[in-house]
C-alpha cells in the first residue's frame, strides 16, 4: 500500500482516494477501443523500445494505456527481442 494511503485512519476513505487516483489517471490516457487487445504492430513495438518520450505521449500516439506500454517492454526486455543501449 502506498504511503499515502496509510495516512487514512479508515480503509474505505483510502480506497476511495485510490479508485479517485486510478481514475484520473486512466483519463489522461484513454485508450481507444478499437486499438484494445490487438497485436502490437512493429512500429509500436519499436517506439515503446526507442524510449525517446514519456510513456503517456506513446500512449496518446498508440491509443495502448501507460500500463500496457510498461508491460510490452518489460515483456521485450525479458524476451530479448530487442536489444537495448543501456
Known sequence: MPKTLKNFADSERAREYRN???????ALCPGDDDIRHTRWQDWER????EH?????EISR????SVR?????????????EV????
Open 20 to 26: 479517485r487516483q486510478r481514475e484520473r489517471n486512466y
Open 46 to 49: 519499436r517506439l515503446v523500445m
Open 52 to 56: 525517446d518520450m514519456p510513456d503517456r
Open 61 to 64: 500516439m498508440t491509443g495502448r
Open 68 to 80: 500496457a506500454i510498461q508491460v510490452m517492454r518489460h515483456k521485450m526486455r525479458k524476451n530479448g
Open 83 to 86: 536489444r537495448t543501449d543501456e
